[in-house]
């Protein structure tokens, strides 16, 4: 278990202390606050809440707020810091920092509740984003939830400070920027506790679980103990200024992105050019499928006939979910454009429609290998807005990846072992938070085992470095997404909730099968609350996760399975039979099996398995559940056996 780690974590502690360069600032001449303290910050209540920064070495320091004031000296380093005595929820106050003269001062301080968010993607995943996202910031005025978002900047070795950041208040105007997850998370504390609510969002998309732990604890796991010593501790590596050169590649792809006019020029989407010797593909077309993965654009052309009554009025066209960006033509004339994910549908004015035959051209920006026009889900039309006129758009479409120049690609360092402990968690420490919040995984999901070492390990790692104790951590498991094997990687996630105060969050039901990232994030910040309010606010009324797998019996031809956390009941949440239930016999070959209720239990059976030995539900990346206890919680991936 990680924890037994712990002596060998200090000793290489001191190891790295003696061969890795922190970022020096006390021997700056003048004093400096870190920067996670700003105008409208919050302080975590209850515990003695740590303020330091840095001044000339043995200068005293005082620090001062809601009439109580606090005194100390920077060390030899310059470093100073004071753990201010508890405090109650409350505010707004005014924080200051004076020395030698000089004197800080932060507005609009409240006391109340600090949650740091992390992990990848769907954590960085923004308001702005959200499924219902105007109705959601139009509503967003809640002056006591701020959030601070770290800044992206790589480097080898760890930061004691931020470089730049500030906290914002949430309004309609700043809630955009805001991450979605950790909002809906904020906002549903804070009305239910009517408390300060602060995020520390440091979260950085597509990253890799093994870059957020510090080089120490990932020595001690033995898959990256040569990787730590020869990237970190004998490389000389100027990661910062290679990750730069990378940007700069990036930008160079965005301009072609932005101002191509290859395909213009050969006239690729007018009505006259001859797709003839183009390939085709049947709607939903996904570039990778065609052997265009990685980065691309793309020209695609579908031909469609217009009866003489469809010409008279403007028509929508429909293209159903486009990934990441399109500029889409009717007859040669841009009718829309997008630059990121989302629905497509454009209004093709009448002007451009003529009787017979008509083209549908679009420019397709396919990125990071998920590029796609449409999903099995999208149904893409061209209709009138009385739907009287109504034209599919499915079937084949002609497709050509030859055309626009290839698009350069820039290596990141974002996700090198221990990058971003060194610049988004080493400059916050150690800041006083309740408990952490963490949505990651896509990253590791084709290493499920490793993951078992990789997330507990993070875990304390980041337990030790905070120094407030077992605080606790709440993590989302994977959502529902087609293809891959990501039931083996939500039971991976899940041996987490073996180390002592850890929660999780089952998202199983509200993903997108043909989006790693889903747009309703609303119940996922909220379910990661509902387990806040049991673990941590130690609520005793009330459901916080759904039916949890808890043991089984076999009862002649069927299995019993006993569940924990089934609130008021469980039920099949559409009234339909229970799916996604397999059982095996000795040949542990599974079958579909039928499901009941009975009682807390499931009974699971199939005619074709007399003698069955072993049961699973929801085995799958992308499964159907509709077992939940009657509180509208569902039942995530689990099984009796594991083969």
Same mark, same amino acid.
């Given at each position: ?47 003695? *809440? ?41 505010? =707004?106050?005014?924080? +200051? ?20 968010? +992390? ?76 408390? =300060? ?17 510090? *080089? ?37 792809? $965005? ?10 020029? /050969?006239?690729?989407?007018? /009505?006259?050019?001859?797709?003839? +010797? ?21 020209? #695609? ?86 739907? @009287? ?55 590791? +999901?084709?290493?499920? $085992? ?16 905070? $120094?407030?104790?077992? /605080?606790?951590? #709440? ?6 997404? !087609? ?6 990687? @939500?039971?991976?996630?899940?041996? !987490?909730?073996?180390? =002592? ?7 199983? &039901? ?66 339909? $039979? ?9 040949? @542990? ?8 209720? &009975? ?34 919680? =569902? ?9």
């Amino acid at each position: 278990m990680t924890y037994k780690r712990i002596s060998s974590v200090l000793f290489f502690s001191m190891m790295l202390l003696s061969m890795l360069c922190q970022h020096a600032s006390g021997q700056e001449s003048s004093m400096r606050v870190a920067r996670i303290f700003s105008d409208n910050m919050v302080l975590q209540q209850g515990i003695y *809440a740590p303020v330091w920064g840095w001044a000339p070495p043995g200068v005293q320091v005082r620090i001062g707020i809601d009439g109580k004031e606090y005194t100390t000296v920077a060390d030899k380093t310059g470093k100073w810091l004071v753990r201010m005595e508890p405090m109650q929820v409350g505010g =707004p106050y005014t924080l +200051s920092v004076s020395c030698d003269g000089q004197k800080q001062e932060f507005d609009n301080v409240m006391v109340g509740e600090v949650w740091l968010a +992390s992990g990848q993607s769907n954590m960085n995943y923004r308001v702005g984003a959200v499924l219902s996202a105007g109705e959601v910031i139009k509503d967003a005025n809640y002056p006591d939830i701020r959030e601070f978002c770290t800044p992206e900047v790589v480097s080898r070795t760890p930061h004691d400070d931020l470089t730049g950041g500030e906290w914002k208040v949430c309004t309609p105007e700043t809630v955009k920027g805001f991450s979605a997850v950790a909002y809906f998370f904020a906002r549903a504390l804070h009305l239910d506790k009517k408390v =300060p609510v602060g995020i520390i969002h440091t979260s950085w998309s597509g990253t890799i679980c093994e870059a957020w732990i510090s *080089a120490e604890m990932l020595y001690t796991i033995p898959a990256f103990k040569n990787r730590v010593i020869e990237e970190v501790y004998k490389s000389d590596e100027d990661w910062a200024a290679l990750h730069q050169l990378g940007v700069e590649k990036d930008k160079e792809r $965005e301009n072609i992105v932005q101002t191509t006019q290859a395909g213009l020029r /050969l006239g690729a989407h007018k /009505l006259s050019f001859n797709d003839k +010797s183009w390939k085709e593909e049947a709607y939903p077309v996904y570039p990778p499928r065609v052997g265009l993965g990685g980065y691309q654009l793309l020209w #695609l052309r579908k031909e469609v006939t217009l009866p003489k009554e469809a010409t008279g009025e403007d028509l929508i066209l429909h293209l159903g979910k486009v990934m990441t960006g399109d500029v889409t033509y009717f007859n040669g004339v841009e009718v829309g454009r997008e630059r990121w994910d989302g629905v497509r549908s454009y209004r093709v004015p009448a002007r451009l429609l003529r009787k017979g035959k008509n083209v549908i051209a679009v420019r397709l920006l396919s990125e990071w290998g998920n590029g796609r026009l449409g999903d099995e889900a999208s149904d893409p039309y061209l209709h009138s807005a009385d739907n @009287r006129v109504r034209i599919s758009l499915k079937g084949q479409w002609k497709y050509n990846g030859e055309i626009e120049p290839k698009l350069p690609v820039g290596r990141g360092y974002s996700n090198n072992v221990t990058c971003m402990y060194n610049t988004k968690i080493s400059p916050l420490l150690p800041y006083g938070i309740r408990g952490f919040l963490w949505y990651q995984g896509e990253g590791n +999901s084709g290493q499920p $085992e490793l993951y078992k070492q990789l997330q507990p390990t993070m875990i304390t790692d980041w337990r030790i470095r905070f $120094e407030q104790g077992y /605080l606790p951590f #709440l993590f989302v498991q994977l959502p529902n997404i !087609s293809g891959g094997s990501c039931q083996y990687f @939500r039971e991976a996630q899940a041996e !987490s909730l073996e180390l =002592p105060n850890v929660g999780m969050a089952v998202s199983i &039901d509200v993903g997108d099968p043909y989006d790693i990232h889903p747009n309703n994030k609303k119940p996922v910040g909220e379910r990661l609350y509902l387990r806040a309010k049991e673990l941590v606010y130690k609520d005793s009324v009330g459901v916080f996760q759904g039916p949890v797998y808890d043991s089984y019996q076999i009862e002649g031809n069927k299995i019993r399975l006993k569940f924990r956390s089934t609130g008021s009941g469980l039920i099949s949440k559409d009234g339909k $039979e229970l799916r996604t239930f397999e059982v095996a016999g000795e040949d @542990r070959k599974y079958v579909p099996a039928k499901a009941i209720i &009975d009682g807390d239990d499931v009974l699971v059976w199939s005619d074709t398995v007399l003698k069955p030995l072993s049961a699973r539900h929801a085995w799958d990346s992308n499964p159907a559940v509709n077992l939940y206890n009657k509180e509208g919680l =569902p039942a995530t991936s689990f099984r009796t056996h594991k083969e």
